[in-house]
């Protein structure tokens, strides 16, 4: 079994490393500058004139979140092209000189006209705004138009830059742009640190580190993990219930052969599976949590207002909380009850037509005894399947259930990160969404192997 459960993971290797793949990808080909975003979530927008121009700061994010690194462990540039661009933590500056490179060619020439601006930055020169400004220009004809303009008030900075902006000018060739170059840059890339972390501020996703939230600008990990706590509590208490309820009913069915009163029985259930979810939930409201009806349960939320939970242990959180989610835990189980019970009796009927069946009975068991001890145990592939997504489905699954009670699980996080824009998150949930599902799947073989050694030996 051992062997069996290895070779799986070697084979969900490859699998493994598209998802995080293309995890990165997405959070680095997200809109915007994250930096940005960041700095105005933890500080407010009111510090945007102070903190977000404060190079010293935006510098000590950048370096954090590990963006001024090599994008993979190798590269490939035009031969004109500079390969450490990424060191500039402004986006602006950082995509203008990498235009100008393109236009002109002359990586050196240009990167001496940045340096005398900065260096003129750093002298306090009147004409600082204007100075800034042409670190996010691309073309020569605008640089020179901004020059002018400093050199009325700065004729000194404005020769220095106007004869540094001549010499890019003067050594464009634009043929190093056709010239491939590759290179290579080990474990110092942004995607070695977002998967296995830097040793410092940064954990890796490997230990649960999925970067900032554009939105509050905490860590994902303080409170992604709680989300999917909330799903998993909701989904697998659901399942359960549907479990255990369903598929003895099921078999009861299957074994039923007065058509009138097995169809007295299933139409409870084809309507039950016929009533969508978040109509179950509504019905479920009006009649429960309505002051006007009966008011049994809350009608949404987790905990009363005002409860605090980091201030209880989990037992007192869980009790606290039960009322809130008997509801919730109704409308998936009802849901899941009607079709799992509607699959166990169809797999059951149809074993019944089978000659096994006939020989058990013929050596005098009963058709109960038939079914509990031989018809069952070949139903378990496809509730085996149906059990194993409760992982993958903690994170989509409940997002209409969690939506309509505002319960506070990953389904709804998700929800709100798209109408917020908040991209990290939506990788991150992205991410862990198909871990889950590699996990589900490798749960799901190792009970297929359990339950059927055969399956193992063809494998």
Same mark, same amino acid.
């Given at each position: 079994?051992?062997?069996?459960?290895?070779?799986?993971?070697?084979?969900?290797?490859?699998?493994?490393?598209?998802?995080?793949?293309?995890?990165?990808?997405?959070?680095?080909?997200?809109?915007?500058?994250?930096?940005?975003?960041?700095?105005?979530?933890?500080?407010?927008?009111?510090?945007?004139?102070?903190?977000?121009?404060?190079? &010293? @700061?935006?510098?000590?994010?950048?370096?954090?979140?590990?963006?001024?690194?090599?994008?993979?462990?190798?590269?490939?540039?035009?031969?004109?092209?500079?390969?450490?661009?990424?060191?500039?933590? *402004?986006?602006? $500056?950082?995509?203008?000189?990498?235009? =100008?490179?393109?236009?002109?060619?002359?990586?050196?020439?240009?990167?001496?006209?940045?340096?005398?601006?900065?260096?003129?930055?750093?002298?306090?020169?009147?004409?600082?705004?204007?100075? !800034?400004?042409?670190?996010?220009?691309?073309?020569?004809?605008?640089?020179?138009?901004?020059?002018?303009?400093?050199?009325? *008030?700065?004729?000194?900075?404005?020769?220095?830059? !106007?004869?540094?902006?001549?010499?890019?000018? !003067?050594?464009?060739?634009?043929?190093?742009?056709?010239?491939?170059?590759?290179?290579?840059?080990?474990?110092?890339?942004?995607?070695?640190?977002?998967?296995?972390?830097?040793?410092?501020?940064?954990?890796?996703?490997?230990?649960?580190?999925?970067?900032?939230?554009?939105?509050?600008? +905490?860590?994902?990990?303080?409170?992604?993990?709680?989300?999917?706590?909330?799903?998993? &509590?909701?989904? @697998?208490?659901?399942?359960?219930?549907?479990?255990? %309820?369903?598929?003895?009913?099921?078999? $009861?069915?299957?074994?039923?052969?007065?058509?009138?009163? !097995?169809?007295? @029985?299933?139409?409870?259930?084809?309507?039950?599976?016929?009533?969508?979810?978040?109509?179950?939930?509504?019905?479920?409201?009006?009649? /429960?949590?309505?002051?006007?009806?009966?008011?049994?349960?809350?009608?949404?939320?987790?905990?009363?207002?005002?409860?605090?939970?980091?201030?209880?242990?989990?037992? *007192?959180?869980?009790?606290?909380?039960? #009322?809130?989610?008997?509801?919730?835990?109704?409308?998936?189980?009802?849901?899941?009850?009607? /079709?799992?019970?509607?699959? %166990?009796?169809?797999?059951?009927?149809?074993?019944?037509?089978?000659?096994?069946?006939?020989?058990?009975?013929?050596?005098?068991?009963?058709?109960?005894?038939?079914?509990?001890?031989?018809?069952?145990?070949?139903?378990?592939?496809?509730?085996?399947?149906?059990?194993? +997504?409760?992982? #993958?489905?903690?994170?989509?699954?409940?997002?209409?259930?969690?939506?309509?009670?505002?319960?506070?699980?990953?389904?709804?996080?998700?929800?709100?990160?798209?109408?917020?824009?908040?991209?990290?998150?939506?990788?991150?949930?992205?991410?862990?969404?198909?871990?889950?599902?590699?996990?589900?799947?490798?749960?799901?073989?190792?009970?297929?192997?359990?339950?059927?050694?055969?399956?193992? =030996? +063809?494998?």
């Amino acid at each position: 079994m051992l062997k069996y459960i290895i070779r799986r993971l070697i084979r969900f290797g490859p699998i493994l490393f598209c998802i995080t793949f293309i995890g990165f990808l997405l959070s680095n080909g997200m809109p915007g500058d994250p930096v940005d975003k960041i700095l105005i979530a933890r500080h407010g927008v009111s510090y945007n004139n102070t903190i977000l121009n404060s190079s &010293e @700061l935006r510098d000590q994010l950048y370096r954090e979140m590990g963006l001024h690194l090599p994008l993979f462990y190798f590269s490939f540039n035009a031969y004109s092209q500079c390969d450490t661009l990424n060191r500039i933590s *402004n986006k602006a $500056r950082r995509m203008a000189a990498e235009r =100008m490179t393109h236009n002109y060619g002359c990586w050196p020439q240009i990167q001496s006209y940045h340096q005398e601006i900065k260096m003129a930055i750093d002298q306090d020169d009147p004409e600082i705004n204007n100075l !800034k400004t042409l670190l996010e220009i691309p073309t020569y004809q605008e640089s020179a138009e901004v020059i002018e303009r400093i050199s009325q *008030n700065s004729p000194n900075t404005g020769e220095r830059l !106007k004869a540094k902006l001549d010499q890019i000018l !003067k050594h464009k060739s634009t043929f190093g742009n056709f010239i491939p170059t590759i290179n290579f840059h080990g474990a110092g890339n942004q995607y070695h640190v977002w998967l296995f972390g830097n040793g410092k501020e940064r954990a890796g996703l490997v230990r649960g580190d999925f970067g900032y939230s554009l939105k509050t600008g +905490q860590p994902i990990g303080d409170f992604i993990w709680k989300k999917l706590g909330f799903s998993l &509590e909701l989904i @697998l208490v659901s399942v359960v219930v549907a479990f255990v %309820t369903a598929i003895p009913l099921g078999l $009861r069915l299957s074994r039923i052969r007065s058509t009138k009163r !097995k169809n007295i @029985l299933t139409l409870p259930i084809y309507l039950l599976y016929s009533i969508p979810g978040y109509l179950i939930a509504t019905l479920l409201i009006f009649f /429960f949590a309505n002051t006007n009806v009966v008011h049994w349960f809350p009608e949404s939320g987790l905990y009363p207002i005002g409860y605090r939970p980091a201030d209880h242990s989990y037992i *007192n959180n869980l009790i606290t909380g039960l #009322p809130y989610m008997i509801l919730p835990i109704s409308t998936y189980a009802l849901s899941s009850f009607a /079709f799992v019970a509607k699959l %166990t009796a169809n797999i059951s009927a149809e074993e019944l037509n089978y000659n096994y069946v006939r020989t058990a009975l013929s050596k005098g068991l009963s058709i109960k005894q038939v079914v509990r001890k031989h018809v069952f145990k070949n139903t378990w592939i496809p509730l085996i399947t149906i059990f194993t +997504q409760i992982l #993958p489905a903690a994170v989509g699954g409940t997002l209409i259930v969690e939506l309509i009670f505002n319960y506070p699980g990953i389904g709804k996080t998700a929800y709100d990160a798209v109408l917020n824009n908040n991209y990290p998150v939506i990788v991150a949930i992205f991410t862990i969404s198909g871990l889950l599902t590699l996990s589900s799947y490798l749960f799901a073989d190792v009970l297929y192997a359990f339950t059927d050694p055969k399956i193992k =030996m +063809q494998r």
